[in-house]
T-cell receptor, first 113, second 110 residues
Framework: DTAVSQTPKYLVTQMGNDKSIKCEQNLGHDTMYWYKQDSKKFLKIMFSYNNKELIINETVPNRFSPKSPDKAHLNLHINSLELGDSAVYFC????????????FGQGTRLTVV | GEDVEQSLFLSVREGDSSVINCTYTDSSSTYLYWYKQEPGAGLQLLTYIFSNMDMKQDQRLTVLLNKKDKHLSLRIADTQTGDSAIYFCAESAGNTPLVFGKGTRLSVIA
């Protein structure tokens, strides 16, 4: 009965590969997010989707492409992975954009070697 | 743009109170949050406060908000070793995503 689940939990891959991280929420929330947490634990918003539509797109390389097939899912696809992409990526959801607390997934630790 | 600042480290003895401070710049902040991140784990919402409140208490946790100074604090009474974690302050102006501080690493000494 996990509220926000993301897979995989760990991902180790080589530079230049393409990978995806999946996220699903069963809370019936309208808004989903991707956050990146770097090695210094700094958390930054990357994308925000509301009812499958992109509403926030921070300064993120074009190699990152979010996809929302329905409002319960927000997947993150990364092309041509670079060493600097190594981080923990958190998916989150909230009832509405910023109006109530966000529930976070457990994170996906991506390591690019 | 919005900015949220908090000190990076705090060390307290078990049984003492911990106070983690946070300042923010966005005067239109509507919600202010405290999240806890334990080692290797995701973010857990601890508590939040609306901007029209100045205090909220929940068991060992007390949140104080000084809206005039844009200052938020989290007090943990009777701090335990299990409270050791990184605590993130975050704010939202309503229809915007959360803006996080850099996190305060709380170390509890037995």
């Amino acid at each position: 009965d996990t509220a926000v689940s993301q897979t995989p939990k760990y991902l180790v891959t080589q530079m230049g590969n393409d990978k995806s991280i999946k996220c699903e929420q069963n809370l019936g929330h309208d808004t989903m997010y991707w956050y990146k947490q770097d090695s210094k634990k700094f958390l930054k918003i990357m994308f925000s989707y509301n009812n499958k539509e992109l509403i926030i797109n921070e300064t993120v390389p074009n190699r990152f492409s979010p996809k929302s097939p329905d409002k319960a899912h927000l997947n993150l696809h990364i092309n041509s992975l670079e060493l600097g992409d190594s981080a923990v990526y958190f998916c989150a959801s909230s009832q509405r954009a910023g109006e109530s607390e966000a529930f976070f997934g457990q994170g996906t630790r991506l390591t690019v070697v | 743009g919005e900015d949220v600042e908090q000190s990076l480290f705090l060390s307290v003895r078990e049984g003492d109170s911990s106070v983690i401070n946070c300042t923010y710049t966005d005067s239109s902040s509507t919600y202010l949050y405290w999240y806890k991140q334990e080692p290797g784990a995701g973010l857990q919402l601890l508590t939040y406060i609306f901007s029209n409140m100045d205090m909220k208490q929940d068991q060992r946790l007390t949140v104080l908000l000084n809206k005039k100074d844009k200052h938020l604090s989290l007090r943990i009474a009777d701090t335990q070793t299990g409270d050791s974690a990184i605590y993130f302050c975050a704010e939202s102006a309503g229809n915007t995503p959360l803006v996080f501080g850099k996190g305060t690493r709380l170390s509890v000494i037995a």
